[in-house]
């Protein structure tokens, strides 16, 4: 059997929607490969969800830190602290989906280090809960004074 044949159609024939949707399916599937699929489609699974991630990568860099890292481009805000801050506020109950978060971090100019010391500075401006980020009240609090 040949690879394309185990493998799908190669990613850069994806269109965008499809692209997206293998992706997330690949990483839904990924634990379950991992605990009781084969070495063999193991080694598939990996194969292919290296290629779906790659193209999204080459697609749509700005999407990722990948595409951050490193960036010379200035902060999108003089404050991208308070401003991600502010977007988590105004959520519905003070919590974002996680993806959501990470969007408007890169969207106000916040990288991955800033980000980190909002959930791990004494105290936490943002705390985690499952797949949300939801403000926290030294968070609330910091906006207060910010106003």
Do not use: C
């Not at 799908?8 to 692209?19: F, K, N, V």
């Not at 292919?48 to 960036?71: C, D, H, I, K, V």
């Not at 003070?94 to 280090?113: C, W």
Request: avoid cysteine; proline fraction near 6%.
């Amino acid at each position: 059997m040949a690879d394309d044949d185990v493998l799908g159609r190669p990613a850069e024939q994806l269109s965008d929607d499809e692209l997206a949707a293998q992706g997330k399916q690949a990483h839904d599937t990924r634990n379950w490969v991992f605990l009781h699929g084969s070495a063999e489609q193991f080694a598939h699974h990996t194969t292919r969800m290296l290629e779906l991630e790659n193209e999204y990568l080459r697609r749509f860099p700005q999407r990722t830190w990948q595409g951050t890292a490193g960036s010379a481009n200035p902060p999108a805000s003089d404050d991208p602290d308070r401003d991600l801050l502010r977007r988590v506020a105004a959520a519905p109950g003070g919590r974002m989906h996680r993806l959501e978060a990470h969007q408007a971090a890169r969207e106000v100019g916040l990288d991955p280090a800033a980000l980190a010391r909002l959930y791990n500075g004494d105290p936490p401006l943002l705390a985690t809960d499952r797949q949300d980020r939801v403000i926290t009240d030294a968070g609330r609090a910091r906006l207060d004074a910010l106003s």
